[in-house]
């Protein structure tokens, strides 16, 4: 049990599964949300569950912080609201049908203020919510594979997506992702593993058994690289 984890609430102790993400919305308010698929959200000590997706995150903080979106147990987005609690559900498997994309494997999403963006083993996803539409993303659009499973946003805002192939950078001007650090090989034993950024304003990347940390400030990607 890490250090930081004692400080959880004791119901969770009882629930199955290990803790992956967890927030403290206020002093007597936590959401956990556990490996074994399950969310929860402890108030004033009473417990209630909601239905994740898989044993990866898949969930993030909406940008402005006042809500919390999640993939549910048949693959929609869920904005769930802090203050009043409200579960609003997006049709997101509707939304793709009409792509003719299948969406498979999520492994993380993030909000960066104007999209909601998912990852998948066949493709990134964006999801506009200002007027609900979604585009898809593939090597097509820049990926350096399509199979993608961490993001995050640098001081500046910027989204960086690690995949299987590589790392890569979101240019919002063009709607194109530019590979800034490719991998040599990946198997797919290897395909998984996520990202954040570090009091420094540098950003971790985790695939397999590597780590690659780069400072995102650079005109040319630099990084360290730890095994």
């Not at 995949?163 to 998984?192: H, P, Q, V, W």
Request: hydrophobic share 35%; with cysteine; net charge positive.
């Amino acid at each position: 049990q890490l250090e930081s984890e004692k400080m959880l609430p004791r119901q969770i102790e009882k629930t199955r599964g290990s803790v992956l993400w967890y927030y403290q919305y206020k002093p007597n308010e936590w959401y956990i949300r556990k490996n074994s698929g399950w969310l929860y959200h402890i108030k004033e000590g009473k417990m209630d569950s909601l239905q994740g997706y898989a044993w990866r995150k898949n969930l993030c903080l909406s940008f402005d912080s006042t809500a919390l979106w999640y993939i549910n147990g048949q693959l929609n987005i869920v904005k769930r609201n802090f203050q009043t609690l409200h579960n609003d559900t997006i049709a997101l498997q509707s939304l793709l049908r009409n792509t003719n994309h299948s969406y498979f494997n999520p492994r993380d999403i993030l909000d960066d203020g104007r999209y909601l963006w998912l990852t998948s083993q066949n493709g990134l996803i964006r999801y506009n919510y200002n007027n609900n539409s979604i585009k898809v993303y593939s090597t097509f659009d820049g990926l350096p594979h399509s199979f993608s499973f961490g993001l995050v946003t640098d001081d500046a805002n910027k989204l960086w997506v690690l995949t299987a192939g590589g790392i890569c950078l979101y240019d919002n001007k063009i709607d194109k992702f530019t590979t800034r650090l490719r991998f040599a090989s990946t198997s797919y034993m290897e395909a998984f593993g996520s990202a954040l950024k570090l009091g420094n304003g540098k950003l971790i990347f985790h695939i397999g058994n590597r780590f690659f940390v780069i400072d995102p400030t650079q005109s040319v990607t630099t990084y360290t690289k730890f095994q």
